[in-house]
């Protein structure tokens, strides 16, 4: 079992930044892939990015390409997302999850945080 805890949610003026954390708990294998998607109301959850545990390696969806950054912190079990420049239809739920692989579709995802509210005024 795996537990994931977001944070860092808020309203925000568009422009403004807010920086997202999900600490995670449990079995964690370093193979594993951590996730941020986010569901805006009235539409599907959607992927906004990707980092392995181990290496690094990272993905992004094109909406938030060079605007947002994942990173993580191994030793606290704990992934980041810096979001800069937000926009108003950043505005969304955002979720943490974990999966075997670095895949965007949200069925890859085993593990499911409780999310996180993000408001970008106008």
């Known amino acids: 079992q795996v537990q994931l805890v977001e944070s860092g949610g808020g309203l925000v003026q568009a422009g403004g930044s807010l920086r997202l954390s999900c600490a995670a708990s449990?079995?964690?294998?370093?193979?594993?892939?951590m996730g941020w998607f986010r569901q805006a109301q009235g539409k599907e959850r959607e992927f906004v990015a990707g980092i392995r545990w181990s290496g690094g390696s990272t993905d992004y969806a094109d909406s938030v390409k060079g605007r947002f950054t994942i990173s993580r912190d191994n030793a606290k079990n704990t992934v980041y997302l810096q979001m800069n420049s937000l926009k108003p239809e950043d505005t969304a739920v955002y979720y943490c999850?974990?999966?075997?692989?670095?895949?965007?579709?949200?069925?890859?995802?085993?593990?499911w945080g409780q999310g996180t509210q993000v408001t970008v005024s106008s």
């Open positions: 999850a974990q999966s075997k692989a670095l895949r965007r579709g949200s069925r890859e995802y085993d593990y």
């Open positions: 449990g079995r964690i294998f370093s193979s594993s892939v």
